[in-house]
């Protein structure tokens, strides 16, 4: 069975600079990926800090019908990469139904962050 949107060629992919190696293993990160539509980019930020923005357009909307928390292989369809799956733990997750501003971003690791 083949899910409308997944699949090559209906994938949008943007790369993000390295930023957990040994010396983060064993430590809590915040992450957090804006996706903005209108303005057709997605950013990526590490403990409150943007690391990079991209371009990014999702035609014709973002769509999260087959979303798995931690697991990038779906249950069916047709996947691009057979094994993608997030190793750790998450201890909180949250999505909004808007693009977050960068200050936004950095007042929720302010907000949770570590003592």
Do not use: C
Request: hydrophobic share 40%; no cysteine.
């Amino acid at each position: 069975r083949q899910i409308p949107g997944w699949g090559h060629g209906k994938v949008r992919n943007a790369e993000t600079p390295q930023v957990f190696g040994p010396s983060r293993w064993g430590s809590w990160a915040h992450v957090a990926f804006v996706y903005n539509g209108p303005a057709g980019k997605v950013s990526m930020f590490l403990d409150g800090q943007e690391l990079a923005a991209r371009p990014m357009s999702a035609d014709p909307l973002l769509i999260t019908s087959a979303l798995e928390i931690g697991n990038w292989t779906p249950v069916s369809g047709d996947p691009m990469s057979p094994i993608r799956a997030f190793n750790g733990r998450l201890d909180e997750f949250l999505m909004f139904s808007r693009a977050l501003s960068p200050e936004e971003i950095q007042g929720l690791w302010t907000a949770g962050r570590p003592l």
